[in-house]
Structures are given as C-alpha cells and as structure tokens.
C-alpha cells in the first residue's frame, strides 16, 4: 500500500525556508513523498545559488492523487512570483502569492489525501497585518475554527503551550477566562490521545509574579484557579497555577508533558532555551495536522547557506510514517 504524502507550504519566498528544505532532503531521512507548493522559478533560483540540485517533478493540484505520487524527486505544485533577486527584502510584495500558496493548500487539505502539511515561516508583519494575530488564527478563520484552536510548541520531553499567541501584553489579562482555559486544556488531551494513546500531565502558569498581585483580587484567584477547579472536578487532571519562574525547574519538569502558559513568551521564551532548535509548532483543532518549524524567516541568514534545519526535520518526523 502506498504511503500518504506530506504537504509541504514554501512560506515567505524571502526567507531561509528553502535552504533548510535542501538540507532536509540530503539528509535523506524522510521516507514519505513531499508535495512542495513553491514558485518554481524562485524554487531554481535559489537552489542554484546555495549549490545543490534535486530533481522536481510539476504537478497539477486539480488533477493531484496521492497514488500517483512517489519520493524519487521533489513534486511541485508551481505558483506564480514575480522576483528580480533569489533573496529579496521581505516585503508586502508576496502577499497574493501567499494567498494562493495557502488557497491551494487548504482546498487539497479538505480530502483525505495527506498525513498533514508543514509551512514555512510567514511574516506577521507583512502577510498577516491586523488581521490576524498569526497563522494559528488565520488557518482557525479559513477553516470556521475560530476560537477553538491552540498552539503547541512540541518536544518529546516537553511542550508548551501559551493560553495567548501574539498579543500585546497589555490585552493579555482581557483574554483570560475560564472558557478558553477549559477548551486549550481538553484540545491538548484530545491531541496526546489521539497522537500517542496516553493522557498528558498538564500543568498551568500563573499571571502575575509570584501568581499573587498587588491589588485586590487577581487573575489567579478570579479566573485561573477556578478554572483548574472545575477541569478537576470533571476529572481531568492538570496541576497549577505555579510561578513562571519557577515551574521550569528541574524538579518540576519531570513531572509534567506540558505547561500552559498565559501569554506567548512566557512558555516559549524558556522553551528555546532548553531546547533550541528542537521543537515544533503544532496547531490543535484544526481539521488536518498542521506543523511548522518553529522560528521565522530569518531574513538576516539569507543567501548565507548557514541556518540549522532542526526544527523542519522535526516537523516532517513528526508526519513521516
């Protein structure tokens, strides 16, 4: 029997993503079939400069069958994007070209066709705006998921989870509540059961220092703890609010699969301090699994042939079956 394939999203043209994808393919580690959606001409462009040379294969999304696609070389849905250079100033230039990257994308997602698909990094600045805090929301819009998703950033050892993505941290208190505490904690059981037939150990971060504050009531007592409360009395296990500062001890990191954490640098922050590289970026809720590696653009490395392809050889283990 034929084995799915992984689909691939190139992401921001101008960004390091596809020097990590020839790096990925040397290795030659991943055994399913890629579908690459991509310019192919920037896709050339690039290949040449970084000095490698695989051989593609351009296929039509509209005609596109799992069963007549094999891993001898690269499978390329081709989308159109108007460069003068390979590496480019990241700008608002790429915006319909991502827009099309993603449309396809998401049309080929509604079949059954594929084990999930791996974006490359995007740039919130430009593609996203205010629109959307970041691509967990803009996919959580495109797929009628909205509020009902989560991001995890994902290690064997450890994930972390934040309550809040991209936010200013003067909203992020607005966001608390004991709803959205409830549902991030059951979409992350529904993933460890699924994924790996176990029931995570989850624990929860306060707010404030110390998970105390200086006025008269505070997150913590109005809405996290009661939160933690009602998920026990409903027994679902999850332990907290413990202080940020100290929940990434040691002696506490043994004891839990994932912390929670009320805003994005509170969790991730430590997070890539333990283990760099090593970590993926998994949206929860969505209809299909959707992974990326978990840093951005890059666009300070471009051209330079010396980014770390960790994180994307992750991602594609993850769905490699």
Do not use: W
């Not at 100033?89 to 915006?95: A, Q, V």
């Not at 998703?149 to 309550?163: D, Q, R």
């Not at 042939?305 to 960790?310: D, I």
């Amino acid at each position: 029997m034929k084995t799915k394939p992984i689909l691939v999203l190139a992401g921001e043209p101008n960004s390091v993503f596809l020097e990590i994808f020839f790096k990925v393919l040397k290795k030659k580690i991943i055994n399913n079939p890629i579908v690459l959606i991509v310019s192919k001409d920037l896709f050339f462009k690039q290949m040449k400069q970084l000095g490698f040379n695989y051989k593609i294969k351009l296929i039509n999304e509209k005609k596109i069958h799992f069963k007549n696609i094999d891993n001898k070389q690269i499978n390329i849905i081709n989308v159109a994007y108007n460069f003068k250079k390979p590496f480019e100033k990241i700008t608002d230039k790429s915006n319909n070209y991502l827009e099309q990257c993603f449309s396809i994308a998401l049309q080929l997602l509604k079949k059954d066709d594929f084990l999930g698909v791996v974006n490359g990094p995007i740039s919130k600045k430009n593609f996203l705006k205010v629109r959307y805090l970041g691509i967990t929301e803009y996919l959580a819009a495109k797929t009628k998921r909205k509020n009902n998703v989560a991001m995890l950033i994902y290690n064997k050892k450890l994930s972390v989870s934040p309550l809040t993505t991209h936010l200013p941290l003067k909203l992020v208190h607005k966001m608390i509540t004991k709803k959205k505490i409830v549902n991030h904690v059951k979409l992350i059981i529904e993933f460890y059961r699924k994924e790996f037939k176990k029931i995570p150990r989850i624990a929860i971060t306060g707010l404030n220092p110390h998970c105390e504050s200086n006025y008269i009531s505070s997150e913590e007592k109005k809405i996290i703890i009661p939160s933690i409360k009602l998920l026990n009395k409903r027994n679902i296990n999850v332990e907290g609010p413990f202080p940020s500062d100290t929940i990434f001890s040691k002696e506490h990191l043994k004891n839990f699969d994932v912390i929670i954490g009320m805003y994005h640098d509170q969790v991730l922050a430590p997070m890539k301090a333990l283990f760099g590289f090593d970590a993926i970026n998994i949206t929860l809720g969505l209809p299909f699994i959707r992974i990326s590696p978990d840093h951005g653009p890059n666009s300070s490395m471009l051209g330079k042939n010396l980014s770390n392809p960790k994180s994307l050889i992750e991602a594609l283990k993850f769905l490699n079956k």
